[in-house]
């Protein structure tokens, strides 16, 4: 299990303790699939010294097995239950690292129960989460897949005449049919709507002559991937054209310079420099990329303050745009591994423009 690398690192840094609620970190470290129930407190308590045990809702009596858990019932306060488990892990003061997400309400009355100075977990986890096993990339791969079929199917269907929302569900729906689920809700951008790098999909009917921003991502044993292509219906504004290809062209060299070793803003100069050589520097407003894993954005972030060094089994995006008031945008996105060394796509489907 996880956590024991997380032990590790704790006794590296003299962290004391750890309390960890609900989300990828719980998953990633633990393996449990326990969620929030609305606003009872599940909490994983660990110390140092390597004993760990989850708080848990009675609700989670049938779900969770082979784990060290108390369970509290409706009508008991779950803090009385968390004092008592503090007190025999020895952490009634200390350094904890805490659950980033964690609700500030049950923060506030953990803090009621001792003297503790607080740090983030994902300070530590970060390091972890950013190297992915290659049990992971393999959940990666077949989540990129996923996205990559469902843009064939896309290319059949009729798309004139649609609105933004109902291709958006249609995506949904066909992600769902192929994976685990979606890994955030679909952008549909269809004309000028695509000047909006994060347009969420309204009424508008696609029609002949638009360029379509379509950016989705599929999810699998929890790993995201996270594809974006752009493609033309009839004859597409010719600008809009040539700036389709100042894209591909900019995610192809940010691609070509991602590999083990470099520094991740050395990726997005790659992007960034063909853009602005191009003339349409001022036109891509956001960084080249973003990590991928449990989350569909965590580290390591590939922008112009990106200091990560880039190491093999690191997955990221490599999505660069242009984005003109007016007219519309283009975005093109992989998701990558760096593997042996280089920088390898884990998406597949077609680069180049489609013109439907
Ligand atoms: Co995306
Ligand atoms: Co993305």
Redesign the pocket.
């Given at each position: 299990m996880r956590l024991n690398k997380l032990i590790s690192l704790m006794n590296e840094r003299n962290f004391d303790g750890a309390l960890i609620s609900p989300g990828t970190n719980l998953y990633y470290l633990t393996g449990l699939t326990v969620h929030e129930v609305g606003e009872r407190l599940t909490l994983l308590i660990v110390n140092a010294n390597g004993k760990y045990r989850l708080l848990a809702p009675s609700l989670y009596e049938n779900a969770v097995r082979n784990f060290p858990v108390t369970f509290w019932r409706d009508g008991e306060n779950p803090y009385d239950k968390l004092a008592w488990i503090l007190a025999e892990f020895h952490l009634s003061d200390g350094r904890l690292l805490i659950e980033d997400t964690m609700h500030a309400d049950w923060l506030i009355n953990v803090m009621r129960l001792g003297l503790f100075e607080f740090y983030p977990l994902s300070s530590l986890v970060r390091e972890l989460r950013m190297r992915k096993d290659r049990g992971e990339i393999e959940m990666m791969r077949h989540a990129a897949k996923a996205a990559d079929r469902v843009f064939d199917e896309i290319l059949s269907w009729d798309l004139v005449g649609m609105r933004e929302r109902e291709l958006a569900l249609k995506i949904e729906l066909a992600l769902r049919e192929l994976s685990d689920g979606i890994s955030f809700e679909p952008i549909v951008a269809s004309g000028k709507n695509g000047a909006n790098p994060h347009h969420e999909p309204g009424d508008r009917r696609l029609r002949k002559g638009d360029m379509v921003i379509l950016?989705y991502?599929a999810k699998w044993r929890g790993y995201c991937s996270?594809i974006?292509r752009t493609i033309a219906l009839g004859g597409p504004n010719e600008r809009l054209v040539e700036i389709y290809e100042v894209v591909k062209e900019a995610q192809e060299k940010a691609y070509r310079a991602a590999r083990e070793g470099i520094l991740a803003k050395e990726v997005d100069q790659a992007a960034r420099e063909t853009i602005a050589r191009a003339g349409y520097g001022e036109y891509f407003t956001h960084r080249t990329?973003?990590g991928?894993g449990l989350d569909?954005?965590e580290e390591p972030y590939i922008g112009p303050d990106g200091t990560t060094v880039l190491e093999n089994g690191m997955t990221f995006?490599i999505?660069p745009g242009i984005y003109v008031p007016g007219l519309g945008g283009v975005r093109i996105?992989d998701d990558v591994v760096i593997h042996d060394g280089n920088g390898k796509r884990l998406t597949r489907a077609e680069r180049e423009l489609i013109r439907l």
């Open positions: 950016d991502g996270d974006t990329g973003h991928l569909v954005h995006t999505e996105e």
